[in-house]
Nanobody, 125 residues
Framework: QGQVEESGGGMAQAGDSLKLTCSAV????????MAWFRQAPGKEREFVAC????????FYADSVKGRFTISRDNNERTVVLHMNSLLPEDTAVYYC??????????????????RGQGTQVIVSS
């Protein structure tokens, strides 16, 4: 059993920075692949970034590459998404997700067993 919960987010202006934190509960956290997804109004949920235990690295959507950074602290069982140079198109509900079983693609929401409720990020121009 496990769970994840997001914190952070809020409102920002274009060019600003925000930090999202995901706190996890569960055993063997260091072996979980942790990811962030987002869903903008009227759009489908999309992959943002992940720290993949299976593939041994961090991966980003092209739209955030160079601006966002994902990092994890296995002792604290947290994953942080640092978002820099925010754009209005980054406005979305951001979800933390954890994959315990190593199956499928890291980019696929359906492969994550634990998912947070989401936190809103609004970026104004």
């Amino acid at each position: 059993q496990g769970q994840v919960e997001e914190s952070g987010g809020g409102m920002a202006q274009a060019g600003d920075s925000l930090k999202l934190t995901c706190s996890a509960v569960g055993r063997f956290f260091r072996t979980w692949t942790m990811a962030w997804f987002r869903q903008a109004p009227g759009k489908e949920r999309e992959f943002v970034a992940c720290d993949s235990w299976r593939n041994g690295g961090t991966f980003y959507a092209d739209s955030v590459k160079g601006r966002f950074t994902i990092s994890r602290d296995n002792n604290e069982r947290t994953v942080v998404l640092h978002m820099n140079s925010l754009l209005p198109e980054d406005t979305a509900v951001y979800y933390c997700a954890a994959a315990v079983l190593t199956r499928g693609s890291d980019y696929d929401w359906d492969n994550y067993e634990y998912r947070g409720q989401g936190t809103q990020v609004i970026v104004s121009s």
